[in-house]
Every structure is written in structure tokens, then in C-alpha cells.
């Protein structure tokens, strides 16, 4: 019993990638984006790396192709400066943060999934900080008044680490090719500025209803 | 001696390819984005072929991964629905034009540049016909009232075939890897989804100066 009929329309599934820099962009927007349309996230974190490598790439192709790399740091400064976001260039791209995505993973139900989240990109994108690392993980759920130990634990668990895996098996499965990627109802959209279409589409679904 | 000091900066560079589906997005907005803004688009068709070789691609990508190709047709048309912008999928993809690419070349700082450069990306992406083929761009040249055997003959001299292959070689050379793309100032902008911005960026030089 769904107690309300709209609800899994109002939706909007995120798939992102810590290390993904336009994922990062929507990570800071897509919170109050969707509560001011009465939208709930669907969190779906996932690895972009196995779904690139899966596409017949080794890398990001922002690594692979020095022209497109160059240029998306150019882009991602301004898009920075228009959403008022902040941005450091990390030293290292992409970042694996296998750890910070079995959190995730771990968490995509619990009330502090967006805080995490916000937390780790900004680690990435803002403090240039090593998010693989398993001293920046306890650091990091420390700083949010988590049980560092415990989810850490829980994080690793054979179970959760299946999950992640199960989800990125997904990912493909769904013909995502990049992150972040938006699904409501069924449609995907592509990329961070693709997110304000993805929530209207909530709005036109429901119209339709 | 420049009349209007703010002439230069108040200038777009709309790099595009008649087979290039998100250029024709572009195409069918810029020039009443730009009017309205007061801004003169320097019109810069260059063979988007060549440069995807240079990158190590042998086509399109939105051929070459099909995860991909199947998303763009989508996005294509939710995008072309928002803009209002009539849309059919285009029988064969990417479409070589090198003659209507030369005619493009031929006529960039003349008044029927725009007249022509829709009307061609109509024939391919609205009425799906062969715009590769010199009959469809003798039609197109007879329907705008223009000399079409003249322009035809003029577009094929060796002077206005090697305009086209310097103005390729310069887009490499600018680190441009896609189409549409904008420069501003000095300043790269990819993709249709940047045309706004980089309108936004004439602005900003403008308020600089």
C-alpha cells in the first residue's frame, strides 16, 4: 500500500561518483533543487571507473583526451563561479574513493546521506584530500557526529560490498555511460546540466497523472 | 581604425558541422540569441571528421558508443521540444557535407550565411534528405535565390577547398574537440548546452572594458 499514488513519480534517481567532477557540481544543488518541488532523492551511488572500463576506456575521458581535459577545468571554474560553488582543482583526477562509495552505498536510506555526500565531494573538490584514504573516511564521519568505526565496518562488510558492485552492474545494465546520470520515471538524463530538466520531468509526470 | 572599440569583444565564434546533431541546436537559436544581445557571430564552419581522427576517434562518438547514441536521440528530442525546435532523426548519421560545408565557408561574411546555414541544417535534420548530395545543395542554393551554379563552382576552387581544410586545421589547433563550440574573447565554450553562457561572457567583457 502506497499511501500516497504520486509519490514514486516525484522521485529522481541520482547516480553519481565521488570522484566525478560534474557529479559534484549536482551533489551541491540537487538538495534544495528537489525539496523546493517536493521531489525525494534516490541515492545510487555507483563506479563510474568499472562502467568506463566496461565502454572499452581505461579512464575518464577527461584523462584519455588531453583537448576535452583541459577544457573541463575551464568549464568547471565557471560553472563554480555561476552556482556560487566552490572549487580547488584536485591534484589527483579522478579519485577512487572505494571506501566513501561503500558508505554511501551503506547509508543511500539513512537521514545523513546527503550531509555525507556533500562531505566527501567537498573533501575532493574544495580540500584537495586524499578521499581514498581510510584516516579522511573516519575523519570525515567523525566530523558529522557518525559511529566512524562501526559504519566503517559495516561499509566493508561482504554483503555491502556486493551491494555496490550490484549497483554498478546496474549502472550498465541501465545504459548509463557517465555520471552524474538522473532517471525519473524511467527516463535517463545525462549530466549535471541536464538536473533542472530531470526535476521538471517530475512536474510533467505528475501533470499527466 | 575601429569605429566601435567594443566591436571585437561583442563577437561570437559559432564553430559548427552541418552533420552535427547538437550544432543544430545551436543553429536554429543563435541568431536571435545573439541579436538580442547585440552580438555578431563570426561564422566558422569547419569538418568535424577530420578533427575526431586527429583525437583518435573514427566517427562520432554517439557512433562509436552505443550506450551513448542511444541517449542522444533522446535527449535531442526532449531538448528540441523545450526549444520549440521541429526534429526528425536523420535516416543516416553523421551526414557528410563537404559541398554545403564549402558553400558555408564561401559565404561566412556574407548576408544569406544564416539563410543558408538553416536551411541546409533543415534538409538534414528536419526533412532528412541527403545534404551531401550536390542536387539537394543546388535546390537549397535555387530556394534562398541565390546563383546556385556560380556559388557551386566558386565553393569548389582549390582557394575555397583549402579555406575549409585551414579553417579544420585551426580548430585542432585551438583545442577544439566537438561541435557546437564558441570562443568568446579568447575564451572556449563546447556544446549547445554553453551558448547562453558564452553570450553571458560577451556581457562580461563588455562591463570589464
Given amino acids: 500500500m502506497n499511501d500516497d499514488p504520486g509519490s514514486t513519480a516525484r522521485a529522481i534517481e541520482f547516480w553519481f561518483d565521488f570522484g566525478s567532477n560534474y557529479s559534484y557540481l549536482s551533489m551541491m ?22 562502467v568506463f572500463r566496461q565502454l572499452g576506456f581505461e579512464n575518464s575521458p577527461f ?47 539513512e537521514p545523513w546521506i546527503g550531509d ?21 573516511v573516519r575523519d570525515a564521519l567523525d566530523s558529522l557526529g557518525l559511529p566512524a568505526q562501526n559504519l ?18 546496474q549502472a550498465v545494465n541501465k545504459g548509463i555511460f557517465g555520471a552524474p546520470t538522473f532517471f525519473v520515471g524511467g527516463e535517463m538524463f545525462w549530466g549535471n546540466d541536464r538536473l533542472e530538466d530531470a526535476l521538471d520531468y517530475c512536474d510533467a509526470i505528475a501533470a499527466r497523472q
Same sequence: chains 1, 2.
Fill in 116 to 136: 555525507w555526500c556533500r562531505k566527501i565531494m567537498q573533501l575532493n573538490f574544495v580540500d584537495d584530500r586524499e578521499i581514498g584514504s581510510i584516516d579522511v
Fill in 63 to 109: 584523462v584519455l583526451q588531453k583537448e576535452k581535459g583541459a577544457y573541463v577545468w575551464k568549464d568547471m571554474e565557471r560553472q563554480c563561479g555561476k552556482y556560487g560553488i566552490a572549487l580547488t582543482r584536485p591534484s589527483t583526477f579522478p579519485r577512487a574513493a572505494l571506501l566513501a562509495m561503500r558508505v554511501a552505498v551503506l547509508g543511500a536510506n
Fill in 29 to 50: 544543488r540537487i538538495e534544495a533543487l528537489a525539496a523546493a518541488r517536493n521531489v525525494k532523492i534516490v541515492w545510487r551511488p555507483f563506479l563510474l571507473g568499472p
Fill in 152 to 169: 566503517i565496518d559495516a561499509a566493508q562488510s561482504d554483503a555491502n560490498k556486493l551491494s555496490l558492485r550490484e549497483q554498478t552492474e
